[in-house]
């Protein structure tokens, strides 16, 4: 029942960076809607933003208990490259113990975790152990865009205790962790533009700088040959992490050749004095997510496009903040930039580095209800993903968030063939249930 | 009515490059071999190939007269970006004197224009001054593959005296020109690949060797900070051109600032001891034609893309070997190539460089018929763009070529928005015709 219900969720395409799928993501915020109005959450709405709309709901009946707040989001990435996906992206199928499809993993079956949590206590016990308001948003894939202005618009009615997220992983299926850090992150399109028309490139070939070439230049300098970003002044900002925490990392954090099969790759690369772990946790990267330029249809054409442009995301650890390296980005470019040659630089996404306060009753709650479901001590990770509400809820509304995960390195997240495993979607639901009760203990 | 009949030709949508237009491709052949039929061309023939067909006509009954081998091509250049055409690519439309159409120019009109001169006299003398052979190829723009072994089948029944191709451009509306040198071309695909998957940006970057920011790197290493290759023995072979020949370049070809000005390019970039015209003639190039990699969507993607591929061409110059030039890039691919990354390259068109023997008296007599026409006397100029026929007749057949062209540097060929002057194409018609006359006075 449960997993059926997850399976229409996850085969709802609720794609959030693309306009041609606006509607399916507005289906998808109404058919969660209705489904917190029949588990018999209260005040259910739909509430429009810039973007995407917020599925919101509460049930406030706990008088003199905590209120948590629980936060997830129902928009997935895109699914290119459609060919590489075994099953159709949006199937939903089971298989193995899994759930396939976008967003499976990432976040609608983390979301749906608690979503179920909340049925099992107003099913059977017809009320919660606490107050719960829900915040279920549509946009976190393109940087939660409207989400700032919904805070700050409702920062009173949104007033709780604590907030959890489960939008994160976990090592393995017995290692129960709660993330500490999130990196911050800084999405931006390069436009590279030359001469005004695409020319024939027997005829203009020696004597037009080519767009495309100045942009894989362009892309070609944003790194040394030590996997540094090359950018001056790109790491002034950044926090050294004391030798402590190093450690600690070292004892917890997946090792090497970890990391590297679960990227199904021979090689790692990146900062040498680092491990991979640290590396994509408490070190800035910068990925070049797509280029677009010039002739991409099947055989050759002999042209010289006018103009080529590049998805560039940075990853940023604290104090970077998004808008000093947007500054620091166009200043290099433009300093790089030949003759000749236009450059375009549009803002698509910004969020800033959090971390997350572990001196708290509530981690010690969360780290309870893992170990009654887990059996096994919860362990503190660095994560090298972004949230950007979790810094909002923190800095804003001085929330404290409890980063519960329940993903596996190996479920995809993003990349064709993304799956979720129903055996942590059952332990998910047992923790929140669990967590819920330790946090009716406090106060 | 030739306009009429011209429009028609070029509404056909025969892309070679692209397989889902074979059928258009096969339709363009059809409607030629018809035309030439009606035109009373005799012995008509679709003859295939190992990719698209070539149109075959003759008229042998000038006893005693020489044989013109007429060449051209029907196919065309893909038509993206389709968003930067006014018209349609296939609309044919008439504007202002012009013919717009993808292929209006190249070369659909110059091989009309030959159609046309035979229909003249066919109609009007009821028989031709010379022996003539039409040869309409179907591959021309994806590196005339079939063509050699089509020409090499058939070396005897296509013997000829002199070749004419109209497929080449004339600076100026009042000023013939003959083409004395053709670069040659080598057309590849680089594809490199990393990591199995495509990666969440987040959780992998900074530590995974990204496929599409390696791409970049290779190729922002292909050349120097001068403007020249920099793949290691690539201008080893490179025949420097005598000052004399230099010099007559300096007084026939166009200055810097009109080549920029048809670019519609505010700066010139590559070898400085060269004039833009030398660099785009008697200098090898490279040029990026597209690249794929990753996300291209709308909006954001946070990944890294397990591949990316780019097409490149080369034009090369006497005496620069493609295959000799394939092997110098596979092997500076694989000397940079880093480690945990696979690169595989494939040929995809091929041509070797050619300079026409201009000490003949078929050359004297394509001046004549210029100067007949156009009132001016014909220059000779060397070309940036690569026919694959003309090396193939010259080494194989031994037939001598006159590369007489009617485009103008203007018309864009390759781009959006390609047209041809009607102008021209009624000049171009009397030209072939004065050509043919003056051609049945040799010997």
């Known amino acids: 029942m449960f997993i059926s219900q997850l399976a229409t969720f996850v085969r709802m395409p609720s794609i959030s960076a693309q306009p041609k799928q606006q509607k399916n993501v507005e289906e998808c915020a109404v058919w969660l ?97 606490i107050n719960i308001k829900c915040i279920f948003e549509g946009a976190e894939e393109i940087g939660s865009l409207g989400l700032d202005v919904f805070l700050q618009e409702n920062a009173m009615a949104l007033r709780s205790d604590v907030a959890v997220v489960s939008d994160t992983k976990i090592p393995t299926v017995t290692q129960p962790a709660i993330t500490y850090s999130l990196r911050g992150m800084l999405g931006l399109e390069l436009e590279v533009s030359g001469q005004k028309q695409d020319l024939h490139s027997g005829t203009f070939g020696g004597t037009i700088h080519n767009p495309l070439q100045v942009l894989c230049e362009m892309i070609a300098a944003m790194h040394d040959t030590n996997g540094r970003i090359a950018i001056p002044g790109f790491y002034n900002s950044v926090q050294q992490v004391g030798q402590s925490q190093r450690n600690y990392m070292k004892n917890v954090g997946q090792p090497d050749a970890t990391i590297a099969k679960d990227a199904g790759a021979t090689t790692l690369w990146g900062e040498k004095e680092y491990s991979a772990y640290e590396r994509t946790t408490i070190r800035p990267s910068l990925s070049i997510n797509g280029i677009k330029g010039g002739y991409q249809g099947d055989g050759p054409k002999a042209i010289i496009p006018s103009k080529a442009s590049a998805k560039i995301s940075f990853r940023l650890v604290p104090a970077q903040e998004p808008m000093m390296i947007e500054k620091l980005f166009r200043e290099y470019i433009m300093s790089i930039k030949p003759e000749g040659i236009n450059c ?58 409890v980063l519960m995960g329940f993903a596996l390195p190996t479920d995809n997240l993003h990349g064709p063939n993304e799956h979720f495993s129903l055996s942590n979607f059952y332990k998910g639901i047992l923790t929140s249930s669990y967590f819920m009760k330790e946090l009716s203990k406090i106060r």
Do not use: C
Request: proline content about 7%; charged content about 20%; overall charge neutral.
């Open 344 to 401: 375009n630089i549009r803002k698509v996404a910004s969020a800033k580095p959090v971390i997350v306060n572990l001196d708290n009753p509530y981690i010690k709650a969360a780290s309870s209800a893992y170990k009654d479901t887990f059996n096994n001590e919860t362990i503190f990770l660095a994560s090298g993903g972004t949230i950007p509400i979790v810094n909002l809820l923190q800095e804003s509304l001085k929330i404290p968030t």
């Open 33 to 129: 809607a209705d489904h917190l109005q029949k588990t018999g959450m209260e005040n259910v709405q739909i509430i429009p933003t810039e973007k995407h709309p917020i599925v919101y709901a509460d049930w406030l009946h706990a008088y003199n208990k905590p209120t948590l707040l629980i936060y997830g989001h129902y928009d997935v990435q895109p699914v290119d490259p459609l060919n590489e996906w075994k099953d159709d992206p949006f199937s939903g199928a089971i298989k193995n113990g899994y759930i396939y499809g976008r967003g499976s993993a990432d976040d609608k079956g983390q979301l749906f975790i608690h979503v179920k949590a909340l049925e099992y206590y107003l099913k059977n016990e017809n009320r919660l152990p």
